[in-house]
DNA sequence: TTGAAAGCGCTAACAC
DNA sequence: GTGTTAGCGCTTTCAA
């Protein structure tokens, strides 16, 4: 009988097996602790014969090392927070599974911490992060609370935030910037020639700042810009819902940039719904260029955010830093690029 | 040379600030360091007074406890790992984001290790993962490795596998039958007077199961289930180039039964591209029921995968078990449902 | 090349 | 209600 089932008919409670420690293996290698600590840790200052003798027993009784222990000891937990908005929705999912598969590879784990857009969770969140004295922290998207900016500067753990750009990081950042984002499509639906453009606007203040950023280039154009604003995070339901309210307050709208991908993906649906065809009777821009982008049809012009990369340089700077490197470039702008296809 | 001694050579290291401890504490507040200790951890225990002092000092100099000694102490790291194929997708994260909320609201932080589709990563993964001595490890999606799995028994910590119904878990299990799914969803189509359906099945053993499941039912009613294999993960794009085999292929096809609702929607892009209407021409049916399912345009029928359950009902398992309460209910099966919209 | 001692920061158990 | 002692498992330092 399967242990599982016997427990499950007869109800007996699962011995909680002893963890085993470098004392259990220097016993049975006949070595003392330390040389144990050193066959798993730096190989090469054992003789091949106790290394051999050791690894054996390792891998025979099965021994894992405890990362509290040596984390307590050396005062590094290998470890990295991510803190983000949330985990749902395609927006930050590139930045944080690239940044956790660059950590794996330089033997960092990722612990995610998620604020749900609550400015008061923040700083609970915070505070259990640097609990566990992470070797750095990640802010995907954008923090909040000054409160949580005080706690982690007096940390003294490196932070980096990602996803904008500000001349005043907490620490590191690898962003770009929002407000260029807004001019530059500004510029490009102008260069279409499109005089009529309307923005579908999260509420967050990121797309804030690209619509201050569109406006302004429009501004030396003459050309007014509405704005309809969308709750965070955008959805394609709110994307078929923002533009039917776009056509029906601004009925001469003839170009609209949204505030992500999957709000554009509505807009598509709902403008298809509706008989219209873009991008004849309206152009359309997306944000993020994720996956799916490209695939859409018409596939869709949008502005690409590398997460990969933004992700990966995150990782590179938190591990260098733990490292002892000195950082010289605390400020990285990795830009963004629009990329054109059918639906403009 | 390793990385760290080639950076000391060159000189550019960091002296890192001294972190605040108990004893800071305990002597700015006049009292022993297991006052401080009581004041934080059982603030009944202390007379109103000394837990006065000692809070105002603990919040003037900013003092946060240390989760690596604590955790060590105790043998509880107040931390659950959580191991999946990707981040990527849509699949999971609904699970993923529901179990990060329901654990920290229990104040358990969540670890994130991705094995990306590769079995060989598995094991390296899960020691790093069982390094840390989690109070629970979350298996969302398949473990395949066959020492993975000796590995955590013999760790003795607590998992859940999720996304999938076997007698024969690990540990514990939330999950739900793909094979049943297979079925119902075969009898639903057949229901609705659909005779040609193709399966559009991503290339994992749970869609496998679905398939059978499917097939098993077919056969009943005198079907023949043709199946069109896609990668995983799934994407819009596979969707929109399985979609256009399965019309090259079997050109009579009535309904296809997709491996997710991203592979739906790609379904449903280029059907609308070739100027076929859905469901009149082909009647489609996702699964997950993600956010956008409802949205789409014709909505879109599924099976509804309750992923926000799964987290919770997960996060509870392991917190239970993390404080000894004996678990009688080690296999859960939360069900499914086939969420009837306007594309079949 | 190997080992003994000490301590990372915290808290259970036991005194007082 | 509070303090003292000891030790969780590991690894740096220093001695052999």
Redesign the pocket.
């Known amino acids: 009988m399967r242990a599982s089932a016997m427990q499950r008919s007869i109800g007996t409670v699962i011995k909680k097996t002893q963890?085993l420690?470098?004392?259990d293996v220097a016993r049975l290698a006949g070595?003392?602790?330390?040389?144990v600590?050193?066959a798993?840790?730096t190989p090469d200052?054992?003789?091949p014969?106790?290394l051999q003798k050791v690894k054996q027993v390792v891998a025979q009784i099965g021994y894992v090392?405890?990362a509290m222990?040596?984390g307590?000891?050396?005062?590094r937990a290998k470890l990295v927070a991510a803190v983000l908005p949330t985990l749902t929705g395609p927006v930050f999912q590139e930045t944080v599974r690239s940044l956790a598969s660059a950590l794996d590879q330089a033997g960092y784990q990722l612990m995610i911490g998620q604020t749900g857009y609550e400015t008061s969770r923040e700083d609970a969140l915070l505070d259990a992060v640097i609990r566990r004295r992470p070797d750095g922290i990640v802010l995907v998207g954008i923090l909040h609370s000054v409160e949580g900016r005080r706690q982690l500067l007096s940390s003294g753990i490196p932070v980096v935030e990602t996803w904008d750009l500000t001349p005043t990081p907490i620490d590191m950042l690898v962003g770009f910037s929002h407000e260029r984002i807004g001019e530059s499509v500004c510029r490009f639906l102008a260069g279409k020639g499109y005089r009529r453009p309307v923005l579908l606007t999260a509420s967050d203040p990121r797309a804030q700042r690209r619509l201050e950023g569109f406006r302004r280039a429009a501004g030396t154009l003459g050309l007014e810009v509405p704005a309809v604003v969308v709750d965070a995070p955008t959805t394609l339901a709110s994307g078929r819902s923002a533009i039917a309210e776009t056509l029906a307050l601004y009925p001469q709208t003839d170009a609209v940039f949204c505030s992500s991908d999957m709000l554009a993906l509505g807009v598509l649906i709902e403008l298809n719904a509706r008989g219209l065809v873009v991008p004849r009777d309206m152009g359309v821009v997306g944000l993020g260029d994720i996956e799916f982008a490209r695939s859409l049809d018409p596939p869709l012009t949008t502005v690409k955010i590398d997460g990969v990369r933004m992700g990966e340089l995150a990782a590179q700077l938190i591990v260098s830093r733990s490292q002892g490197v000195r950082i010289d470039q605390h400020i990285v702008d990795i830009g963004f690029e629009i990329v054109e296809r059918d639906s403009t």
Not at 31 to 35: L, Q
Not at 72 to 75: C, E, Q, V, W
């Open positions: 963890a420690t470098v004392h070595v003392s602790t330390m040389t600590s050193r798993i840790n200052k054992v003789s014969l106790t090392p405890n222990a040596s307590l000891r050396l005062s």
